[in-house]
């Protein structure tokens, strides 16, 4: 039983799917009490019912953008399913970086990345795996709608909870300080991400053409019609020779049929169809 | 998977082995590194061991300097379970021999995570 009215989640429902075209589907009631509750609170709220009339009014953007914002941020930790960054550092980067060699320059986009941790473990990976891309142009741009989420990505500031899931101890030691009680990613990583404000339903920026896009654990939450759009959209932001991942419950089967999935280790990735046959491992480096 | 605790807080062994057990594994505990031995010794089937800094008698760097140089058990994965946060400390513990290195606080999510990294980084290390 939530505290919710059926006519204020009607109204959240129709908000969420203009605003961003996020799906929420009848029964998410609970999501919704759980996520608004505390930015009804943080307002000065009484209650969710206030929250919603008071976007409803149209006179505050502040609480709009911050119920959109609670609404849309997901769950991330450091190396995430752990397999498609050994997919990316095993079979995906080494062909990539050895075709960019007289280019020197990598482009690599985290769609959705909320408070960092997906782009900064790519960058951690590079950095461990593969040196002689020192010097080179890397940038990695990671999108989020919320602007709490690009402030944390720009301060690579992660609480210990945060640095205890998923990330290598041996890691922390190498790229993190301690800032109090929380850890701070090092300004030599800070500096390879790029936090981009992106509503992935609207406008998307003028971007350089990717050699790796993740777009992982976000098409699940738009319907059919905005899942083709952004595929599209992202696809045509690949070079021919790049790489889409996207999350393990998630696949292009029916929204883009130009995206074959290729198994390369323990995991897979996206290529454009006309793009060459499977990536085979390379020894690494380091 | 048959784990070991070491710590000489009864409250935090306690903890850490109902997160254990309720993700199927069986625990074994020891209150200080020199008991921690004695069941290395005799109990072969310890396939992780869990160890907390700081302790009377024998320490957890200690115990992890010691499992290292017996070369029956020198392969055991293990995990420093501590509430040392300073990177000097986990630098340590690397040295000595520790495969990971999770600090507490903590909940079964990060605990879970942490055994797979160290089990991961045992393993690529044979």
New interface residues.
């Given amino acids: 039983m939530t505290s919710i009215s059926e006519q204020d989640f009607g109204f959240l429902r129709t908000f969420l799917r203009e605003q961003s075209s996020i799906q929420l589907e009848p029964g998410k009631e609970y999501l919704a009490e759980c996520r608004l509750t505390p930015v009804a609170r943080a307002l000065g709220l009484k209650d969710i019912a206030e929250l919603v009339a008071l976007i409803r009014r149209g006179t505050s953007v502040d609480a709009r953008r911050r119920s959109l914002e609670a609404m849309t941020t997901n769950e991330t930790s450091f190396f995430r399913d752990v397999h498609p960054f050994e997919t990316l550092r095993d079979h995906v980067l080494p062909e990539i970086v050895r075709a960019r060699a007289g280019e020197r320059a990598l482009n690599i986009w985290c769609a959705a990345s909320s408070s960092g941790q997906e782009p900064y473990t790519i960058a951690m990976v590079i950095r461990e795996h593969f040196p002689q891309v020192a010097g080179w142009r890397v940038r990695i741009i990671g999108t989020d709608i919320s602007t709490e989420m690009l402030r944390r990505t720009r301060e690579g500031r992660y609480s210990q909870l945060e640095i205890n899931r998923g990330l290598p101890a041996r890691l922390l030691l190498k790229y993190f300080e301690r800032q109090g009680l929380e850890w701070q990613i090092k300004k030599e990583l800070r500096d390879m991400v790029d936090a981009q404000e992106v509503n992935l339903a609207k406008r998307w920026p003028s971007w350089p053409i990717f050699d790796v896009i993740f777009l992982r654990n976000v098409l699940i939450y738009f319907d059919v019609a905005t899942k083709r759009e952004i595929l599209g959209r992202a696809r045509k932001l690949m070079r021919l020779d790049g790489a889409l991942f996207l999350g393990g419950a998630e696949t292009p089967m029916g929204l883009d049929d130009s995206l074959k999935r290729t198994q390369a280790g323990p995991s897979w990735c996206y290529r454009l169809a006309a793009a060459s046959p499977a990536p085979q491992p390379l020894p690494r480096t380091a | 998977m048959k784990i070991l605790i070491v710590d000489d807080s009864l409250a935090a062994r306690s903890f850490i082995a109902r997160m254990l057990t309720k993700q199927g594994h069986e625990c074994v505990m020891a209150s200080h590194g020199g008991e921690a031995l004695e069941r290395l010794t005799s109990e072969e089937v310890i396939e992780l061991a869990l160890v907390d800094w700081n302790m009377p008698f024998m320490n957890g760097l200690e115990l992890v300097k010691a499992v290292r140089a017996n070369s029956r058990r020198r392969d055991l994965p293990m995990l420093m379970v501590t509430s040392e946060?300073?990177?000097e400390r986990?630098?340590l513990a690397?040295e000595a021999g520790a495969d990971?290195?999770?600090?507490k606080?903590?909940?079964d999510?990060?605990l879970s995570?942490?055994i797979?990294?160290a089990l991961a980084?045992r393993a690529g290390t044979k």
Avoid: D, G, H, I
């Avoid at chain 2, 990971?100 to 600090?103: D, H, Q, S, T, V």
């Fill in positions: 946060c300073e990177l986990v630098a690397f990971e290195y999770l600090m606080p903590f909940t999510v990060e995570s942490k797979q990294l980084s």
